[in-house]
């Protein structure tokens, strides 16, 4: 399998392509971030569209928040540094980690921000998760579009023309975005690859017949209609500040004592990356199958880039964490009520070539230490996952 001769980034990656020296297009675009953006212009642009907002309404700006690194430091540098006084608004996908719920809380009352939260029915996710998993090998549709398009809906109703995301797609994509431009958030975006090509009316066609389009509500994006006429301004703070997770994540644990936690599939160094959902293990654990590669491949990729791990350090990590099965499986085949045989099927029915999955090579990861507890959380009793 082919990898970019600068990182470790393997051709199965989505979008992706090499250069004429093998080099991927997300490490020309971060050279595009260190060499040819004027950070200092960017941030005076950044001061300039605050003030067009400042002060016009009961709230500055919406930041989308679901208390991972990358949002909380968002939120601190929204408040913190440009003074601006946020409506935080949080897609609870139902899967939330105890340790990050109590992180979650103690910033936004550090912070002093006022929150809105919005879940969806359980019985309606639950049916979401089993048809994007069968149709795209990926279960987190309801989590997706409840972010994106969710937190759109807030700005709407709220009339809060401004939100703020967190790093812009060519930081960490192969989707055409550049950091030559100011990407906005917006519904091209939402349909292009957020939504994973399904939209809330697709699904509601797919869904059992007891599913209705208007129990999908929260996962449509709003109209361009209702969009203009509250003149949304939607943007990401990465395309004014130069983006490091690492950083970012030593900023927030300093200033805000954000813990971050142990992830399945991923070197303890990386404390700060994906600690919010119970199931991250099983989303990179099925990258892996398809795709050859899981997030300690994109872990390191970033510490590559900004030149504080080799390629060779890279590939031993990659080699010691990617492609294990995670402890976690087996309360999400519960929750689900779908065997190993259906789910490894699914999966491998989605391999992108020229990778071949071996299920007979793989290893087992051990559980994680908050593990025993989920299951509780997910209200699920010993027996029964209904």
Request: charged share 30%; with cysteine; aromatic share 12%.
């Amino acid at each position: 399998m082919k990898r970019c001769t600068k990182c470790c980034a393997p051709e199965t990656q989505d979008g992706i392509s090499f250069d004429g020296q093998g080099a991927c297009t997300i490490c020309n675009q971060i050279t595009v971030k260190q060499e040819a953006v004027d950070w200092d212009e960017r941030h005076e642009m950044l001061l300039q569209l605050c003030d067009r907002f400042k002060g016009k309404g009961a709230y500055d700006c919406v930041v989308p928040f679901s208390g991972g690194k990358d949002s909380t430091y968002t939120l601190w540098y929204i408040v913190e540094k440009l003074k601006l006084k946020p409506l935080v608004v949080s897609f609870d996908h139902g899967f939330y980690r105890p340790r990050h719920l109590e992180d979650r809380n103690r910033v936004l009352r550090q912070l002093d921000c006022d929150f809105v939260t919005i879940r969806a029915s359980w019985k309606v996710v639950r049916e979401l998760m089993l048809e994007a998993l069968k149709r795209k090998g990926d279960f987190c549709w309801h989590c997706h579009c409840g972010v994106y398009a969710g937190s759109m809906q807030v700005a709407v109703k709220y009339e809060i023309p401004l939100v703020f995301w967190g790093q812009p797609d060519a930081e960490y994509g192969s989707y055409g975005y550049s950091y030559e431009e100011i990407q906005e958030v917006n519904e091209q975006q939402f349909n292009r690859f957020i939504n994973l090509g399904i939209t809330a009316e697709d699904m509601a066609g797919m869904l059992p017949d007891w599913v209705q389009l208007r129990d999908l509500e929260m996962f449509r994006y709003p109209s361009l209609e209702s969009m203009k006429e509250a003149g949304i301004v939607s943007l990401h703070l990465g395309s004014f500040i130069p983006w490091d997770p690492r950083v970012f994540a030593d900023v927030i644990k300093e200033e805000l004592g954000w813990r971050g936690n142990k992830v399945e599939g991923i070197p303890e160094e990386y404390y700060w990356e994906k600690v919010e959902c119970m199931f991250t293990g099983i989303r990179d654990y099925l990258k892996y199958i398809k795709r050859g590669f899981g997030r300690t491949t994109h872990l390191v990729n970033i510490d590559i880039r900004e030149g504080r791990k080799t390629r060779e350090q890279g590939m031993d990590l990659i080699e010691k964490f990617d492609g294990k099965r995670p402890a976690s499986l087996d309360l999400f085949l519960e929750l689900l009520d779908i065997t190993e045989e259906e789910f490894m099927s699914i999966a491998m029915e989605q391999g992108v070539d020229p990778y071949e999955h071996d299920p007979g090579s793989t290893d087992c990861a051990a559980p994680l230490e908050d593990q025993d507890s989920w299951r509780a959380l997910l209200g699920m009793n010993k027996s029964s996952s209904k």
